[in-house]
């Protein structure tokens, strides 16, 4: 009688054991160390995820030669590549139809194949303001993205709509049912890491530019420097989702000593600092303008387009693709040289650390 009795408990133990070991990452891990030796400042990754995360499309073909005609000399309606070779100009169509567009429409996803000329469809318009975008990513936002650069690639991976981005959250239930109004919080949400944290903290810090702080400059608050717990559980929120994003401790950019001096972080915590100014850049200037030419059905539950977060570049990776670059497959993504973003403290610390790391005036005050 105790025969069933004991394989049902082993049975037993051993489900338990898969549903207890069964969210683990089984595989090759390798640790390296980012901090004091001891101290447990190791970022441990996943090696297949990172072989996963940086497989790359084989170019159309070899990318010819520079020379020649430009696209502008021999085309009618070109309005940002026209000083590129016409040769480059049609193997950069080939990468884009490969990157973006469906493989069941192709070319067609963004032209009439009778009149290629013809901006009638969205999708063409919007590939138009996303060229400028990418090369305003690589040219200004050097301090960000260093000489890897980004692609279409980078945030598409095949998709005509990235996979990862966001538009504003989902209204909050009606205070007067009996839910209650939880104020944009404590509603398990992913871009938070499941914390009960509020859950959008992108539309103030990743499209406004509200100030990332957890503690005001003064003993009181004034109005200039606005921070209160909910703005502190928001910084927080945003925290989750940057080291979510990256696939990385909190320790991968700071100090836990102290999270908010700049002298005691890491260089990619200035690194960091940068992508939030370049993700508003993105989100502001280039994908904000084209708010009325998105369908309907292409934008979020409040009728705003979707916008770009860390995740929509780095998926899960501290470097997108793991590191590697597709640039020199698509030169003229690299852009006409335009200077560097200013994002504070004038165009030297561009490309340098923040302000922020050398000047501890500037450390609270400005956003
Ligand atoms: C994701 C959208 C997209 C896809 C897919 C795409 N194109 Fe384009 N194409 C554009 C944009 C945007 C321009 C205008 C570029 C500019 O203004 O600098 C353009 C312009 C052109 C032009 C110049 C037409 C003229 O006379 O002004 C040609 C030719 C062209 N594309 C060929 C192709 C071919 C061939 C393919 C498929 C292999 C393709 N395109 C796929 C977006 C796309
Ligand atoms: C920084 C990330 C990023 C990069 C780089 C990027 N895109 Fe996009 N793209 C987006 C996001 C986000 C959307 C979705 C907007 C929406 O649906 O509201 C989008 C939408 C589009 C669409 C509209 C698709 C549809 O079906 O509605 C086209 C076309 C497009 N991108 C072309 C391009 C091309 C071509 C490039 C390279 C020159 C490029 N994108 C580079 C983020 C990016
Ligand atoms: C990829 C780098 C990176 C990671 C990972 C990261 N942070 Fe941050 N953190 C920053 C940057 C950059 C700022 C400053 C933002 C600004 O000023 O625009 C910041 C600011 C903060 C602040 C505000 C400090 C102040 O001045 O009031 C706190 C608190 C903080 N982070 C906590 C965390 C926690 C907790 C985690 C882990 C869940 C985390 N961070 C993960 C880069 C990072
Ligand atoms: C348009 C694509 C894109 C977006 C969006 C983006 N990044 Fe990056 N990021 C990159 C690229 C490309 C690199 C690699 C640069 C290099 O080779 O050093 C990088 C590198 C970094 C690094 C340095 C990693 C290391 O190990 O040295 C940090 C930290 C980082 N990004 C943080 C962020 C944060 C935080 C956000 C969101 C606010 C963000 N990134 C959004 C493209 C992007």
Known sequence: MTAPLVRIGI???AGAALVTFGGCDLGHKQTTQTGYR??????IVDLKHIAKASAIPAPPYPLPPDGGPTAGQSYQNVKVLG?????????????????V????????????PENMASDEKYTKVVARRMLQMTQAINSRWVSHV?????????????????????????????PDT??????????????????SLPYDP???????????RVAGNSAFPSRDHKVSVKTAESTYGLMMHISSALGVNCTYCHNSQSFRAWNLSRAQRGTAYYGIRMVRDINEDYIGSLQSVFPAYRKGPHGDVYKVNCTTCHQGVSKPLGGISMIAQAP????????????EGGHAVATAVPAAFNQPAAMTGKK
């Open 202 to 212: 992108f539309a103030d810090y990743l499209n406004g530019q509200h100030q990332i």
């Open 146 to 174: 260093k000489q890897t650069g980004v692609t279409c690639y980078t945030c598409h991976r095949g998709n005509a709509v990235p996979a990862n981005k966001w538009a504003l959250a989902e209204g909050t239930p009606d």
């Open 38 to 43: 001891g101290a447990g400042l190791d970022q």
């Open 101 to 112: 567009a469906p493989p069941a429409q192709g070319c067609n996803y963004c032209h009439n």
């Open 11 to 13: 049975a037993s133990a």
């Open 178 to 195: 009996i839910l209650g109004n939880k104020h944009g919080q404590n509603t398990p949400n992913a871009n938070v890491g499941y914390a």
């Open 332 to 343: 003229a993504l690299k852009g006409p040289s335009l200077p560097p973003a200013e994002p």
């Open 83 to 99: 000083g590129v070779s016409k040769e480059r100009f049609d193997h950069l169509m080939a990468e884009i139809n490969q990157w």
